[in-house]
């Protein structure tokens, strides 16, 4: 959505340029990421690292991932 909330708001297609005024809004959608691969095979560090990041909890990663 582009001018969220104004008179002139309109759905954006897929993409597209827009000249934005200052406070005027805006939405931004998309489909997440749902990863690749089998996350059983990942190395430990790229999982620890995920965690670290906060993309996953310890729990979760332990529950997936025998160590």
């Known amino acids: 959505m582009v001018r ?3 008179p002139d708001e309109l759905e954006a297609p897929g993409s597209g ?11 931004v959608q998309s489909a997440g ?3 690749y691969g089998d996350p ?5 560090a790229a999982i620890d ?10 729990r979760t990663a332990n ?3 025998a160590s």
């Not at 000249?19 to 939405?27: N, P, Q, T, Y």
């Not at 690292?49 to 310890?58: F, L, Q, T």
């Open 17 to 27: 340029r827009y000249e934005m005024r200052a406070g005027e809004r805006f939405l």
């Open 49 to 58: 690292r995920d965690i670290a990041e906060g993309y996953v909890s310890a």
């Open 4 to 6: 969220l909330g104004a």
């Open 63 to 65: 529950m997936e991932h």
């Open 33 to 35: 990421g749902g990863g």
């Open 40 to 44: 059983q095979m990942r190395e430990r």
